[in-house]
């Protein structure tokens, strides 16, 4: 392991002392004008241990990209980690987990009753036919189960 810090603040993160599911705090810019744009870790599964799969990685993006925008108007980006075992959420304000926390539990509760992944079609999707919307709510389900300790980064 690179004792160095590094520019990248998930690379300086132990994930070996980490308990997900969690939501925490990644980052804080200040943008040019002053506006504050806050990075939040959504780590669904377990890192170095568990993942998701592809297709419910891919259909919740969708599902929580387009049903967030419902519940606030301060949602920038909802993006996949490579790593498979979150999201990042990137919203416009000052850091709130709670506030966060509470914006991806009513998100996730809507996407339990989606009756179809939006856009997941080749017209507005790159790869349209890799989607599961039960594989999705799967996991929202199981991230939804243990709500009363997303606030808890460490075991």
């Keep these: ?16 002392t980490v308990a997900a ?10 943008l040019p004008q002053g506006d504050v744009i806050t990075k939040y870790d959504v780590r ?4 170095n241990v568990a993942h998701l799969e592809m297709k419910a ?3 919740l993006e969708h599902l929580f990209a387009e049903a967030s ?3 606030s108007g301060a949602v920038i980006d909802f993006s996949p980690m490579g790593c498979q075992t979150g999201y990042y959420l ?3 304000g000052e850091p709130d987990v709670a506030a966060a ?4 539990e009513a998100t996730l509760s809507d996407v339990l009753l989606a009756t179809e992944v939006p856009a997941a079609n080749d017209v ?4 349209g036919a890799n989607h599961s919307l039960e594989d999705a709510q799967a996991a929202a389900r199981a991230f939804l189960a243990q709500r009363a300790v997303w606030e808890q980064v460490t075991a």
């Design 44 to 47: 669904f599964t377990q890192p």
């Design 90 to 92: 990137i919203l416009q």
């Design 69 to 71: 925008r419902n519940h």
């Design 57 to 59: 990685i891919h259909s």
């Design 101 to 104: 926390a509470a914006l991806i």
């Design 124 to 127: 507005q999707c790159g790869w």
């Design 1 to 16: 392991m690179n004792p160095e810090r590094m520019n990248v603040e998930s690379f300086n993160l132990d994930h070996r």
């Design 21 to 30: 599911p969690y939501v925490r705090v990644a980052d804080r810019k200040v």
